[in-house]
């Protein structure tokens, strides 16, 4: 079906294609968590209202995934050893096959390492995973490699070939996520490539998943040098600092001089930064609330400028913050903030991950009662956050863009020719400023009173006549789930009455409806309320 052209505003409409980077992959906490019923009925949803097509978690090759096996368990007895390690996929089978069930795939991260094989144990996390290189490099290849050709045979290659391999996550914080050099790391991501394309060498493998951009030489050595954070943690105007990703230039040139596979680059994009000062005190660091969009553009230039410039760029962790204790992400203004930032940022990667879906998340445990500043899109009961429904009016768009605006976007659909539109209200006032993190939801409250509103008005020509729109927004007075626990008194555990009432406030948007007139012509005019995002979608 051939789309009709459009007029936006008097004008003939533009034509450019609108990637969908917030859908193509989604992350969470870890593998094991993916076997839980509530994580699988988010994930089902993520995936038929959010669009989501793949997921990425940590944890893939850890203890409780129960893969490496170099004895039999023992139970009440003493452990028996096996010749030969052994590897056993029953629960990685549980959680891929639920995955590709659910219409969805894996983006597979290559980590951690298991305890037989960890140089250093029960590095971090409540859940103590082993973030180490291994004991033998020849084993670890050994477990890359048979846990592919397990996937190929159970899933057949034309599936698999589908999938994305990034090695290891987040290598540059050490001792936290990585113990061994840089060196160390590329090492591994040498071996574990080489792996990758000698199981097929149309498997599509990349790194080095490093954690944001800094503007200093922190880590150009082997190891994070904190002298070289002073300055940063001292600067009185960050903004102006020269900030640059982690080991991305680094890995182009071992990649270029070994001729090593890199399919793809990945790296995290927090807006933020932890320095330590010459105190010795670590300092955050928030960054202006275009800093998603400046880091992806010299992202663009570093792959256009490499030996490899076809690599695709997957940003394979991103949120306001990166802390799953951060109340933000519970609100409006984080949804507006979001929205705001993947539609600058469509056109520059391949896939930005929103971390999380869920807050079915435990890298700190269980969140503290039911709106703990998770980084979900969901809580754990499953109510629906601001930023869920942001994403939702995200997936509703259009795969062509026809018209670029400042607060959002205009798009249609290729196969129908229905257009679709989002806006969002990031309130004038903020200026440049990003909104920053919270312990509390109270504290969040400060950023209710910026403006003003904006007054949204386009016209678009050449659609069906008598065609309905559906009009939805989330704003502080409509599906704002977070203020409406807070003045139920924050309860820590929810009775069975208080979460029914909060799932239905999370979900009473603002809607209405518009009719195209009998001259084909669509008239959008409305005022939003500051924070708000609202969607123009085909009503069905």
């Known amino acids: 079906m051939t789309s009709p052209r459009l007029r936006i505003d008097g004008r003939d409409a533009d034509d450019r294609a609108l990637p969908h980077v917030w859908s193509y992959c989604v992350g969470a906490g870890r593998a094991n968590e993916a076997l839980r019923a509530d994580w699988q009925e988010h994930f089902r949803e993520a995936v038929t209202t959010l669009g989501v097509r793949r997921v990425r978690f940590h944890g893939l090759f850890h203890d409780d995934m129960f893969v490496y096996r170099a004895n039999d368990g023992g139970g009440f007895g ?6 030969e390690p052994r590897y056993t996929f029953s629960y990685v089978d549980k959680v891929v096959d639920f995955i590709l069930e659910a219409g969805a795939q894996p983006f597979v991260e290559l980590g951690f390492m298991p305890r037989e094989l960890a140089t250093q144990t029960e590095t971090l996390f409540w859940w ?10 020849a084993r670890w290849v050994e477990l890359v490699t048979a846990t592919l050709e397990h996937w190929v045979e159970r899933y057949g290659i034309d599936e698999v070939r589908q999938w994305r391999f990034e090695i290891w996550n987040e290598p540059n914080l050490v001792p936290h996520f990585w113990t061994g050099s840089r060196t160390e790391y590329f090492e591994l991501y040498e071996a574990t490539a080489r792996a990758v394309k000698a199981v097929d060498p149309r498997l599509v493998v990349g790194g080095p998943s490093t954690s944001v951009f800094v503007p200093d030489d922190r880590y150009k050595g082997e190891f994070e040098d904190r002298a070289a954070e002073h300055a940063t943690a001292a600067s009185t105007d960050v903004d102006a600092l020269d900030w640059r990703p982690v080991w991305i230039h680094e890995l182009i040139e071992w990649c270029r001089e070994r001729d090593v596979p890199l399919d793809f680059l990945s790296t995290h994009l927090y807006p933020t930064d932890f320095a330590f000062g010459s105190d010795g005190e670590l300092h955050h660091i928030q960054r202006h609330v275009d800093a998603t969009y400046q880091d992806l553009t010299l992202l663009r230039d570093v792959i256009a400028a490499s030996p490899f410039p076809d690599a695709e760029l997957h940003i394979t962790e991103w949120s306001s913050s990166p802390s799953s204790r951060d109340a933000m992400h519970d609100t409006v203004f984080a949804a507006a903030y979001i929205t705001r930032a993947f539609l600058r940022g469509a056109a520059l990667a391949d896939s930005i991950s929103y971390w999380t879906f869920t807050d079915v998340f435990e890298e700190g445990g269980a969140g503290v ?54 806006f969002v209200n990031y309130p004038q006032d903020m200026g440049t400023r990003g909104i920053g993190s919270e312990i509390t939801y109270e504290a969040t409250r400060r950023l209710q009173d910026h403006g003003p509103s904006l007054h949204v008005q386009h016209t678009v020509e050449g659609l069906a006549p008598g065609a309905v729109y559906r009009l939805e927004q989330v704003d502080w007075d409509h599906g704002n789930v977070a203020e409406a626990w807070y003045r139920m008194g924050a309860p820590l555990n929810l009775t069975r009455d208080e979460e029914s009432q909060l799932r239905a406030v999370a979900d009473d948007l603002a809607r209405a409806e518009l009719t195209v007139g009998p001259d084909g012509v669509l008239t959008i005019d409305v005022d939003l309320p500051p924070w708000a995002v609202m969607s123009v979608s085909r009503s069905r």
């Open 369 to 422: 009662g039911p709106f703990h500043g998770g980084f979900g899109l969901v809580n754990t009961q499953g109510i629906h956050k601001p930023t869920f429904h942001a994403m939702a009016m995200l997936a509703r768009l259009g795969d062509r863009e026809v018209a670029a605006l400042p607060y959002g976007t205009i798009t249609q659909h290729a196969d129908s020719g229905d257009v679709a539109a989002v």
């Open 128 to 137: 103590k995973a082993h973030c180490s290189p291994p004991t033998d490099m």
């Open 78 to 83: 003493p452990p028996t050893p096996f010749d």
